[in-house]
C-alpha cells in the first residue's frame, strides 16, 4: 500500500525546535521528491519547499528559510521536517507529500499538528 | 512567483447543482495544473493533474479544463459528499503555487 505516515503532534513551547518525520512505504522512495506543505489554522495551504531524495538537496520557498531543514534517512525511506526557534505563528499542520507532476501519482501523509504555546 | 487567484472564494450550493471554480495564473503555466479537495481534519486528495486528466478513482462528475491562465473545475452534479474546500496548485514555475481556496457549502 503506497502510503506516507507522519509522526504525532506536538506541543512545543516558543524557542523549542520540533522534527517532524514522514514515513514512506509501498513505492521507491528515491523516484520523487518530497515536498512539505503548511496549512495554518483555518488558512489555506501554502508550500513550503521540497527535497531530492536522491541528492539530499533542498529548495525552500520564501519565508521559509534559516529555521527550517529538511532531511532524509533513505535507509528507512523517511523524511524529515525540522524547525527552530519556534514562534507561535509557527501553529499548523505540516505535510508530506509526494506531487508527481504531469502524471497519476499523488500522495500525503496525513498531517502533523504543530502547536506552539507558553 | 506566479500568483493562483482562485474564485470565488466561497460558494453555497445544493445537491444537483453545478458548480465551477475558476484558478487564473499571473502568466501563463501551459496545463500544469492540478486541482485538490479538502475536507475538514483531512489532507488533500488530488481529484485533476495536468489540468484536465483525471485522477484514478475520483467520480467522472469532476472534471478539469484550461490551458495557459485561465482554468476551470466542474462539478457537474454536485454530491453531499463533495462539501470541501478546493484548491488549484501550479508546478510549472518555481515555486509551486496555490490558489487561496474555494470553499463549497451546503445551501
Known amino acids: 500500500q503506497v502510503q506516507l505516515v507522519q509522526s504525532g503532534s506536538e506541543l512545543k513551547k516558543p524557542g523549542a525546535s520540533v522534527k517532524v518525520s514522514c514515513k514512506a512505504s509501498?513505492?521507491?522512495?528515491?523516484?520523487?521528491?518530497m515536498n512539505w506543505v503548511r496549512q495554518a489554522p483555518g488558512q489555506g495551504l501554502e508550500w513550503m519547499g521540497w527535497i531530492n531524495t536522491n541528492t539530499g538537496n533542498p529548495a525552500f520557498a520564501q519565508g521559509f528559510t534559516g529555521r527550517f531543514v529538511f532531511s532524509l534517512d533513505t535507509s528507512v525511506s523517511t523524511a524529515y521536517l525540522q524547525i527552530s526557534s519556534l514562534k507561535a505563528d509557527d501553529t499548523a499542520v505540516y505535510y508530506c507529500?509526494?506531487?508527481?507532476?504531469?502524471?497519476?501519482?499523488?500522495?500525503w501523509g496525513q498531517g502533523t499538528m504543530v502547536t506552539v504555546s507558553s | 512567483d506566479i500568483q493562483m487567484t482562485q474564485s470565488p472564494s466561497s460558494l453555497s450550493a445544493s445537491v444537483g447543482d453545478r458548480v465551477t471554480i475558476t484558478c487564473r495564473a499571473s502568466q501563463g503555466i501551459r496545463n500544469d495544473l492540478g486541482w485538490y479537495q479538502q475536507k475538514p481534519g483531512k489532507a488533500p486528495k488530488r481529484l485533476i493533474y495536468?489540468?484536465?486528466s483525471l485522477q484514478s478513482g475520483v467520480p467522472s462528475r469532476f472534471s478539469g479544463s484550461g490551458s495557459g491562465t485561465e482554468f476551470t473545475l466542474t462539478i457537474s452534479s454536485l454530491q453531499p459528499e463533495d462539501f470541501a474546500t478546493y484548491y488549484c496548485l501550479q508546478h510549472n514555475s518555481y515555486p509551486p503555487t496555490f490558489g487561496g481556496g474555494t470553499k463549497v457549502e451546503i445551501k
Open positions: 509501498g513505492y521507491t522512495f528515491t523516484t520523487y521528491a
Open positions: 495536468a489540468a484536465s
Open positions: 507529500a509526494v506531487i508527481g507532476l504531469a502524471e497519476p501519482f499523488d500522495i
